[in-house]
């Protein structure tokens, strides 16, 4: 297996798991969610929609088919994180993790072409 393909699969792992983590404790703990969501300035409608939306765009990043459903997740899950980024600092509160899924997010998207290559 080369470079490419452990950086992409290891970013892209970490990321899925986080993600359905994520969506998880959305819907296993919604009560507590809402109250983090009232506090980061979101509305409380939008937590199950969300979930399914990261779960949604896991699939779309580990099954790839049909390819092109792959960019609409990256660009999705970037813009989730960058909200996240903003609704944290907003609040006065640490936003390590959303860059850090930012992070690999970046690090998954940019070996996704070179690991697809090598297969």
């Given at each position: 297996?080369?470079?490419?393909?452990?950086?992409?699969?290891?970013?892209?792992?970490?990321?899925?798991?986080?993600?359905?983590?994520?969506?998880?404790?959305?819907?296993a703990?919604?009560?507590?969610?809402?109250?983090?969501?009232?506090?980061?300035?979101?509305?409380?409608?939008?937590?199950?929609?969300?979930?399914?939306?990261?779960?949604?765009?896991?699939?779309?990043?580990?099954?790839?088919?049909?390819?092109?459903?792959?960019?609409?997740?990256?660009?999705?899950?970037?813009?989730?994180?960058?909200?996240?980024?903003?609704?944290?600092?907003?609040?006065?509160?640490?936003?390590?993790?959303?860059?850090?899924?930012?992070?690999l997010?970046?690090?998954?998207?940019?070996?996704?072409?070179?690991?697809?290559l090598?297969?």
């Amino acid at each position: 297996m080369n470079k490419f393909k452990i950086v992409y699969w290891g970013s892209t792992g970490l990321l899925s798991a986080m993600m359905l983590m994520s969506a998880t404790m959305y819907i296993a703990n919604h009560a507590e969610m809402a109250k983090n969501f009232i506090h980061l300035g979101y509305p409380t409608h939008i937590i199950y929609p969300l979930a399914f939306a990261k779960v949604a765009g896991v699939f779309a990043l580990l099954i790839a088919k049909p390819r092109s459903l792959t960019p609409w997740a990256y660009a999705g899950f970037t813009y989730v994180f960058i909200l996240a980024a903003m609704a944290h600092a907003n609040a006065e509160e640490s936003f390590v993790a959303p860059l850090v899924a930012l992070g690999l997010l970046m690090s998954s998207y940019g070996t996704l072409r070179q690991a697809r290559l090598k297969s």
